[in-house]
């Protein structure tokens, strides 16, 4: 795909977050119907139109896929949409490589993954704990691993933790922010957006151990 269309795509990719999160909030279910679908693979092209990484297209595929299943008010779409994000997570982790991250940022996301399984778990249903805790593990190493490029891709694997940590306490029944479903759909639009822009654009090594410097993002 030409990069002349990268900038349409992104400006697209935008519009349909508004779109979705105006519908969020004020409720015509076709607005978010209609909206929802259209996210990641908008992103997707911006990646391909950037020539990005296929495992980055791979990824914004796969949430693409849970998007759409998440759409159905079931427990079995719930849990085939977990699957497609997780997917998603084995993709990002394969794309990060094997660089070292941080030990710092390790201990605190080990401890936050820990903390929270540990409380919500008496909250979730029986039958979701286990899945979800697994999909927590995965999705926390993903977010620590984002590190690796830098800090858009950083900010992005954070915001797609509390994205999903919002999902999870809904499901638990602690108390919400108002209008929960907004700051869910925020966050993650968010986090893919940032995670993308890190892959296209990623950190590289300053002249100092450990140091990194971020590119200009070119859109």
């Known amino acids: 795909m030409s990069g002349r269309y990268a900038r349409p795509l992104l400006v697209a990719f935008l519009v349909a977050c508004a779109v979705d999160l105006v519908g969020v909030l004020t409720g015509p279910d076709w607005l978010q119907l209609g909206a929802k679908p259209l996210l990641m693979p908008l992103l997707a092209g911006y990646a391909l139109a950037r020539r990005g990484p296929r495992l980055l297209i791979a990824a914004l595929l796969c949430g ?10 079931s427990d079995l779409a719930f849990l085939v949409g977990m699957a ?23 201990l605190a996301y080990a401890v936050v993954l820990t903390v929270f399984v540990a409380l919500l778990w008496d909250g979730l249903p029986a039958g979701l704990r286990v899945p979800m805790a697994g999909y927590s593990l995965l999705l926390t190493a993903m977010a620590y ?11 992005g694997g954070a915001l797609f933790l509390l994205s999903d940590a919002l999902i999870a306490t809904g499901i638990a029944d602690w108390p919400q922010l108002p209008a929960p479903g907004f700051w869910v759909m925020l966050t993650y639009v968010a986090a893919q957006l940032l995670l993308t822009l890190g892959v296209l654009a990623p950190a590289r090594e300053d002249a100092g151990p450990g140091a990194y410097r971020e590119r200009s993002i070119s859109i």
């Open 84 to 106: 497609g994000f997780a997917a998603g997570h084995v993709c990002y982790l394969v794309l990060f490589g094997r660089a070292r991250g941080a030990l710092l940022p390790a």
């Open 145 to 155: 691993r984002s590190g690796v490029l830098g800090r858009y891709a950083a900010a």
């Open 64 to 73: 693409w896929a849970g998007d759409v299943l998440l759409l159905a008010d």
